[in-house]
């Protein structure tokens, strides 16, 4: 059984970081295009940041441009997001997302074309 768990999440002050992870299980890691997504209270969920299978291909919404970075570690079968620079408006349920793909530098930005979804992790941000 496929599972995408997120951790790293919790409540910070506007300027601090967090450090997102999720760790995929049943599934060749390695093989699947990875995406986060956020989704404030009251409001749809929307994209945050995509990685190709190598991780070299990398995709943001511009909101989070020059803030979020997000890697991965295959080895770990584990997906960073690092955000910086953290702002209220920032503030949200966070998953992570899988799908199958090919190509090594595929990136996915629309929400319906992930396969697997983690329950999410919760992430406050103080003003």
Do not use: H
Not at 69 to 87: E, F, I, P, W
């Amino acid at each position: 059984q496929v599972q995408l768990v997120e951790s790293g999440g919790g409540l910070v002050q506007a300027g601090a970081s967090l450090r997102l992870s999720c760790t995929a299980s049943a599934i060749t890691f390695s093989n699947y295009a990875m995406g986060w997504f956020r989704q404030a209270l009251g409001k749809e969920r929307e994209f945050v940041a995509a990685l190709s299978r190598n991780g070299e291909g990398t995709d943001y919404a511009d909101s989070v441009k020059g803030r979020f970075a997000g890697s991965r570690d295959n080895a770990k079968n584990t997906v960073y997001l690092q955000m910086n620079s953290l702002k209220p408006e920032d503030t949200a349920v966070y998953y992570c997302a899988a799908r199958i793909v090919t190509s090594r530098t595929t990136t996915l930005t629309d929400q319906s074309e992930y396969s697997y979804w983690g329950q999410g992790t919760q992430v406050t941000v103080s003003s």
